[in-house]
């Protein structure tokens, strides 16, 4: 019988890559600075706790979906997130487990990052035997781990918590490739050369995106422990961006690159996984500032709430002041940017139809801020696609739309919208891009919206701290791929 193929050969753990600098994009920075200033009005109505314990249950939660610990459907994650970990709250049929086995696992994974945070708290340098009671505290409520028997038979065997491992657990790939992490004899000391690195890192400033990816990689190679190496892989990333005052890691089951670019990094593509990260705390910062005066609102007394009302109103009043209406000149360099895109698109798709579709007309339509008459045009679809992007459009302190109308037998449009990112104007924008149909009803002439669907994977914003070089550049990207996204979308429908 041949030796199966090694699909990955273990060797050493290797430190940042030359270059690491470039890893790193500053507009997750400049979205953090946004963020730390609207983060003390929460500390300020002690409301942080609540909305940080959100946060940290979604963690917990996704972790185990990830882990395949348990399944469980998307809107009861929904409830637990909001309401707190309860079996009381999980329907029959709505997990894979009993219940009460569902929430035990739930909350060692609260625990853990709970015990994240307080070891921030504390200032202490990482270690290995820190490292080993988290993986204990991860692992408290699973017995057992899987293994294979001497006839080759997948078992389940006794999972030690907290120890490093005393076999091999290289497993099998899909196409029957072995992946070989780090031998057991050599573990303790692949393990102490990590954490030397990473205080080494902390001295030197590493960008939490860059040191959070390579810390979780690194770890993976090692694969120190015989079972819940991942969930131990996205606590230490998160325990860098707890460090820098940012959010728990929270890859999400939707979050389908997670193990494409956890591979590509064993192909010494570093730079993918950073970018993943660094998706997933703009999609934290994104939903905190949409709805951080949502969880004040909640916790405040009347009394506070009229308080809050002015103070809304009096900001809003002075959202022209200099350091946040800077933003608004950066959303009309865009906007023009964006205008000229859809006119070349728009030249295309008429070009392309030239003998083709002699009845296909395309044109588009622009609406900037300052137009009081139309501004408020798309409400509804703008609202819409910031729900499917899980955050507030704000669509009173700034509205700029630009439409593209493709006319055949059916209209399909798609909009481009600029507009205020949470419900308090705290100096961030966003850009959505979405198609959706005109379609007749029956006893009502006028057309109605159907079929929505957000063509962006992920808000694009921007704020007053963006510096205006690299900005239009990033967003000449986004905008592009996304309306590649959306022209597809209507080809499929045609």
Same mark, same amino acid.
């Given at each position: ?234 606590? =230490? $990333?998160?325990?860098? /961006?707890?460090? &820098? ?5 929270? #890859? +999400? *089951? ?75 000149? =950066? $959303?009309?360099?865009? /906007?023009?940017? &964006? ?5 070349? #698109? +728009? *030249? ?147």
């Amino acid at each position: 019988m041949s030796e199966p193929a090694i699909g990955y050969e273990w060797h050493p753990i290797e430190d940042l890559p030359d270059g690491w600098g470039l890893l790193a994009g500053p507009e997750l920075a400049a979205l953090a600075a946004v963020w730390e200033e609207q983060r003390q009005q929460l500390v300020d109505a002690r409301a942080l706790e609540e909305f940080t314990a959100r946060l940290r249950r979604e963690w917990a939660i996704e972790t185990g979906v990830i882990e395949r610990l348990y399944d469980i459907d998307r809107g009861v994650t929904q409830v637990l997130i909001e309401q707190g970990i309860s079996a009381s709250y999980i329907p029959h049929g709505a997990t894979d487990k009993p219940a009460e086995s569902v929430v035990a696992l739930i909350r060692d994974q609260e625990q853990a990052v709970e015990w994240l945070s307080d070891f921030v708290a504390s200032r202490r340098g990482l270690s290995t035997s820190f490292i080993k009671g988290l993986h204990q505290l991860l692992t408290s409520h699973q017995p057992t781990a899987k293994g294979v028997d001497s006839l080759g038979r997948s078992v389940e065997i006794p999972l030690l918590r907290g120890q490093w491992k005393q076999f091999p657990n290289s497993p099998v790939r899909p196409d029957g490739s072995v992946h070989h992490y780090c031998p057991p004899e050599q573990v303790a000391s692949e393990m102490d050369r990590l954490v030397a690195m990473h205080l080494r890192h902390q001295e030197e400033g590493i960008p939490p995106e860059v040191e959070a990816a390579w810390l979780h990689h690194r770890f993976t190679q090692i694969h120190p422990f015989q079972d819940g190496n991942g969930r131990v892989a996205r606590s =230490l $990333a998160t325990l860098v /961006f707890l460090r &820098a005052g940012w959010f728990p890691l929270v #890859v +999400r *089951r939707s979050d389908l690159s997670y193990i494409g670019a956890s591979e590509a990094a064993d192909m010494a593509n570093l730079k993918t996984l950073v970018d993943l990260f660094t998706s997933i705390e703009k999609r934290a910062f994104v939903r905190a500032l949409s709805f951080s005066h949502q969880v004040v609102a909640e916790a405040a007394p009347v009394s506070a709430v009229i308080a809050a009302a002015a103070d809304k109103l009096r900001e809003r009043r002075q959202a022209a002041k200099a350091d946040l209406s800077r933003v608004f000149g =950066l $959303a009309d360099g865009l /906007f023009a940017a &964006a205008t000229a895109q859809l006119e070349d #698109v +728009r *030249r295309q798709l008429s070009e392309a139809m030239v003998g083709v579709a002699d009845e296909f007309e395309a044109n588009v339509a622009t609406c900037g801020n300052d137009d009081e008459e139309r501004r408020h045009w798309f409400r509804h679809q703008v609202s819409e696609a910031a729900r499917l992007l899980d955050y507030f459009a704000d669509m009173r302190t700034y509205h700029s739309w630009l439409r593209l109308r493709l006319r055949e037998q059916s209209q399909t449009e798609v909009l481009v919208s600029f507009h205020g990112l949470g419900q308090t104007f705290s100096g961030v924008l966003a850009c959505s891009v979405c198609g959706y149909r005109r379609e007749e009803t029956e006893d009502d002439l006028r057309p109605v919206v159907a079929g929505l669907e957000v063509a962006c994977p992920e808000v694009f914003q921007f704020n007053y701290r963006d510096e205006e070089s690299g900005l239009a550049e990033r967003f000449g990207r986004w905008l592009h791929d996304s309306l590649a996204v959306a022209l597809e979308q209507w080809r499929r429908g045609l």
